[in-house]
Every structure is written in C-alpha cells, then in structure tokens.
Nanobody
Framework: QVQLVESGGGLVQAGDSLRLSCAAS????????MGWFRQAPGKVREFVAT??????????ANSVKGRFTISRDDAGNTVYVFLQMDSLKPEDTAVYYC????????????WGQGTQVTVSS
C-alpha cells in the first residue's frame, strides 16, 4: 500500500520558519524523485521544490529560492522528505503536497493528502 503522509504544517507569522515532513512508503521511493508542490485558495497547484534520487540534486521555484530547502532521508524502508521553510511570507500560504516521480517518467505518480500552511502578516 502506497502512502505519502505530510506533516508539520500550521499557522505562523511572517518571518517565521516551519519544517514539513513527508513519509513515503509502499514503494522503493529511494529510487524516486521527490517533490513538494503547493496550492493556494483559488489558484492552480504549483511546483515548489524537487530532489533527485541519485545525486540528490535539487531544484526550486524562483519564489522560494534562498528561503526553502528540500532534503531527504533514504536510510530505511520509509523515505522521508523534508521542506525547511524560512522567512515565510503571507504569499506562502497554501496546502503543501508531497509527490513522487518514478525513473524516466514525466508525471508524478503518487501524491499525499497535503498539509496546510498559513502565514499571517
């Protein structure tokens, strides 16, 4: 049974930090590229950050570059993916989703249910 479970969301003030976690199990997710996406009210879901399975290379949306850091822990059967979010802004308010993309595929195959992040001004 595939599961991606996000946690760590909450209500914070502008300038604060949050660390989101995603626990991925049920597949060999150590071989998957993992990503974070977000969806704000009334907006389409957008890319936030990814981390590859092999080199651990990372990519970020311009809007979060320099403030957010993605990382992963592949040590056990459950793969953990983290999103450290610093210097949060009200425009970072959204539901944040963890997702997994297999080797040689363009689309993300698995998604979590999301965790709410609300940043007050």
């Amino acid at each position: 049974q595939v599961q991606l479970v996000e946690s760590g969301g909450g209500l914070v003030q502008a300038g604060d930090s949050l660390r989101l976690s995603c626990a991925a199990s049920g597949r060999t997710f150590s071989r998957y590229t993992m990503g974070w996406f977000r969806q704000a009210p009334g907006k389409v879901r957008e890319f936030v950050a990814t981390i590859s399975s092999s080199s651990g290379g990372t990519t970020y949306a311009n809007s979060v570059k320099g403030r957010f850091t993605i990382s992963r822990d592949d040590a056990g059967n459950t793969v953990y993916v983290f999103l450290q979010m610093d210097s949060l802004k009200p425009e970072d308010t959204a539901v944040y989703y963890c997702a997994a993309r297999g080797i040689n595929t363009a689309a993300y195959d698995y998604w979590g249910q999301g965790t709410q992040v609300t940043v007050s001004s």
